[in-house]
Every structure is written in structure tokens, then in C-alpha cells.
């Protein structure tokens, strides 16, 4: 089987074939959109790609207590960059991406900023005065960690760390800008959420 994945226009009408131990790799809300596509066809749309939200932290992703009174988080989202969206973002890029009429058709991507997972650990650091570590695992392990969608989480995370410069190159943090006006801060926008701790 294969998965058809919209988080790419380059790879939106193509079939995505990704192997993972127990056979090919399938991320359910990634076949979803991709499917969606279908019921707009001849309408005026534009379609707008999301990136990791990091309002995730209070909810899907916690910081997990150390012997050492530190935090920390395990994602296996690799060493590289990734891009990140603070939800506020997406609503000023859909604003203005409806002020515009030249952009019906069009495709884009939105995202507050590009980091590693230990860049944006620092970020949350600076903003709650804790000390917040990444740890990284392969996404197999992550996988198999068993609670309710481990498994399409950890093949989520391993398509964006395989294909990592053409997901940053749609969501290009200039053009994010155009749309949006100024991105958010990390810092301010963590000091306002309450983070999941554990």
C-alpha cells in the first residue's frame, strides 16, 4: 500500500512509499488531506500547509521530570530543523492569504520559525526559567513507546526528517511574513501556554 501525503505540493500527487519494519509507512491524517483535495477541485481555494504546532506541548508532547529536577521531552525528530508554527500565525497567515484574491489556486506553507528540537528546548528553557532538554530516539522506538498514536506520530516525524529541506522550502519563513505580517516569538508564546509537565 502507499501513502499519499499533501505536506508537499511536490509530493502531493505522487505516491509516497515509505518502508518501516511491519511494511509501508502510513500517517493517516497526511492520506486524509491529500484525499480532501478531491471535493475542491474547481473551487476557489487556496490550501494552506500547517507545520508542527508548538502549542503541542500542553497537550500531545510532555516534559517528563528528571532525577536532577530538569525537564525533558523525547520526539525523534533527528538532529536537523524543522519547521514549527505558533497557532496565532496560522490565523494572521490565513487573514491576509484572504485580503489577497491572487492567491486563490495557489498552495503555501505556513511556520514561525525553522529549529532543531534542542534549539527549540533552549527556547522553552529561557521562557519557564526550567532546564529543558531534547532527547532524540529513532523513530521505532518512539513508535513502539504503545500509547494512542505513537505509531502514526513517530511516521509523521520520520517523513519530515526525510524530507526536511523540500518541507522547509514551502515553508519559506519570508514568505510567512509577506502573508502574516511578523511571526511570533517562541519565548513569549511558551511563557504563555501552559506546558504539559510529567
Known amino acids: 500500500?502507499?501513502?499519499?501525503?499533501?505536506?508537499?505540493?511536490?509530493?502531493?500527487?505522487?505516491?509516497?512509499?515509505?518502508?518501516?519494519?511491519?511494511?509501508?509507512?502510513?500517517?493517516?491524517?497526511?492520506?486524509?488531506?491529500?484525499?480532501?483535495?478531491?471535493?475542491?477541485?474547481?473551487?476557489?481555494?487556496?490550501?494552506?500547509?500547517?507545520s508542527c504546532f508548538v502549542e503541542n506541548f500542553t497537550s500531545f508532547f510532555s516534559l517528563n521530570k528528571q532525577g536532577d529536577?530538569?525537564?525533558?521531552?523525547?520526539?525523534?525528530?533527528?538532529?536537523?530543523?524543522?519547521?514549527?508554527?505558533?497557532?496565532?500565525?496560522?490565523g494572521k497567515m490565513t487573514a491576509g492569504i484572504l485580503e489577497r484574491p491572487e492567491m486563490i489556486g495557489q498552495t503555501v506553507g505556513s511556520a514561525s520559525l525553522h529549529c532543531s528540537a534542542a534549539e527549540l528546548a533552549a527556547q522553552m528553557s529561557k521562557a519557564?526559567?526550567?532546564?529543558?532538554?531534547?532527547?532524540?530516539?529513532?523513530?521505532?522506538?518512539?513508535?513502539?513507546?504503545?500509547?494512542?498514536?505513537?505509531?502514526?506520530?513517530?511516521?509523521?516525524?520520520?517523513?519530515?526528517?526525510?524530507?526536511?529541506?523540500?518541507?522547509l522550502a514551502i515553508r519559506e519563513l519570508k514568505r510567512c511574513q509577506e502573508l502574516g505580517g511578523p511571526l511570533g516569538d517562541p519565548v513569549t508564546t511558551f511563557k504563555g501556554l501552559p506546558l504539559k509537565y510529567a
Open 69 to 90: 529536577g530538569s525537564y525533558q521531552f523525547t520526539l525523534p525528530l533527528g538532529e536537523g530543523p524543522i519547521a514549527w508554527t505558533i497557532l496565532e500565525d496560522v
Open 128 to 167: 519557564t526559567n526550567e532546564t529543558i532538554t531534547y532527547q532524540c530516539v529513532p523513530w521505532g522506538t518512539f513508535a513502539a513507546f504503545g500509547f494512542p498514536g505513537a505509531e502514526e506520530l513517530a511516521q509523521m516525524f520520520k517523513f519530515f526528517t526525510d524530507n526536511e529541506n523540500e518541507f
Open 1 to 50: 500500500s502507499f501513502s499519499l501525503s499533501a505536506t508537499n505540493p511536490k509530493m502531493a500527487d505522487a505516491k509516497v512509499l515509505l518502508k518501516h519494519a511491519t511494511g509501508d509507512m502510513k500517517v493517516p491524517h497526511f492520506d486524509a488531506k491529500n484525499r480532501s483535495h478531491a471535493f475542491f477541485k474547481g473551487l476557489p481555494v487556496t490550501f494552506l500547509y500547517t
